[in-house]
């Protein structure tokens, strides 16, 4: 005969982790990776399953927090009253030469911020930041969290 209070234990436990793991199978990178598109060659990855899971798990931690680390550059960074309408004025004349560039402003207490580009690693963000350094010679370059990459 099975003890009451060992199965009362045991069955919430074991219920828990049949849910994570039925909540935690996110998409199958490989198998997207491995999909045909009509008119282009295919690809074929082998490798352990310990590795498949590895990989798809990662790709779920980063969704948890909505994107991946990686890097932006500071362009604007200032404290007072008019610092608001300064912080808009830059991020307006950098997109007016850089449209294509993702800009956001910023409120983190007590400085209005304007960080540009969403780059993966920091020899891009280095890259552009050689670009800008000439109107914005006090740029540099911070790890953040940025979207995901189409």
Not at 30 to 56: H, W, Y
Not at 98 to 104: D, F, S
């Amino acid at each position: 005969m099975v003890d009451k209070t060992a199965l009362a234990i045991l069955f919430p436990v074991l219920m828990l982790i049949t849910g994570n793991l039925h909540a935690q199978t996110p998409p199958d990178v490989f198998t997207l990776l491995e999909s045909k598109t009509p008119g282009q060659g295919s690809v074929s990855i082998k490798q352990d399953a310990d590795i498949r899971n590895m990989v798809n798990l990662h790709l779920m931690q980063q969704r948890k927090i909505n994107g991946i680390w990686g890097f932006k550059i500071s362009i604007y960074r200032g404290s007072g009253q008019e610092t608001r309408k300064d912080a808009e004025l830059t991020r307006s004349q950098f997109l007016s030469k850089n449209e294509t560039v993702k800009c956001e402003l910023k409120y983190e207490y007590p400085y209005w911020k304007v960080y540009v580009g969403a780059f993966r690693t920091k020899s891009e963000a280095l890259r552009f930041l050689k670009k800008i350094e000439y109107d914005y010679p006090d740029a540099f370059i911070r790890d953040d969290i940025v979207a995901f990459p189409e």
